[in-house]
Each structure stands twice: as C-alpha cells, then as structure tokens.
C-alpha cells in the first residue's frame, strides 16, 4: 500500500526559496513517474509539475522557470525545488504516484505541506 510523507513547507517572503521533499513507500519508486499538486484555499488541486521514470520533466505554466522537481530514487524521495516564489503559490502542497493530470483519480493523498508566501 503506498504512503506518501511530504515534508519542507513553511513560511517565506515572495521571492525566497524552498524545498520540498516526498517520501514514497509501499511502491516500486524507480518504475513510476511522480507529480506534485497544490491546492490553494477555495481552489481546487492542480497539477504542478510530474517528472517520469526516465526523469522527463513537465511544469504547469505558472510555475515554469522558477521550479525544479527531480527524484532519488535510491532514497525513494520526489523533490520540488521553488525559487522566486510568489504570494499566489501559497498553498498545501501533496505528492503522488503517477503525475495525473486529474487529481480526482487518486484515492489516497498524504497529509501535504504547507507553503506560505508572504508579499
């Protein structure tokens, strides 16, 4: 059974950094691809960046340039590197298998971490 453990969030001014780490258990970590989502107060969850077995890489418009996701997969970790962060970044920020585009298909979510950026 997977469990995802997200971990990094805290409180920054617009234009710090930080960095997010995903802990995977449960699942055969380097044969799967890894997306991380966030969902913003009164907004639904949305896909922010995935990153594939063979460390292909793809971001959502909005975050394009300024985040990094990559993985370990000898650490079973899925990373997401934020710069220049911005107030409307500010959100749970969850991890999990596969990168969907849809976050309704997952049934199963980690407890997330939380990202507040400060103007």
């Known amino acids: 059974q997977v469990q995802l453990v997200e971990s990094g969030g805290g409180l920054v001014q617009a234009g710090g950094s930080l960095r997010l780490s995903c802990a995977a258990s449960?699942?055969?970590?380097?044969?799967?691809?890894m997306g991380w989502y966030r969902q913003a107060p009164g907004k639904q969850r949305e896909l922010v960046a995935t990153i594939t077995s063979a460390d292909i890489t793809d971001y959502a418009d909005s975050v394009k340039g300024r985040f990094t996701i990559s993985r370990d997969n000898a650490k079973y970790t899925v990373y997401l590197q934020m710069n220049s962060l911005k107030p409307e970044d500010t959100a749970v920020y969850y991890c999990?298998?596969?990168?969907?585009?849809?976050?309704?298909?997952?049934?199963?979510w980690g407890q997330g971490t939380q990202v507040t950026v400060s103007s």
């Open positions: 999990n298998v596969g990168g969907s585009t849809d976050p309704l298909k997952y049934a199963y």
């Open positions: 449960g699942i055969i970590f380097r044969l799967n691809a």
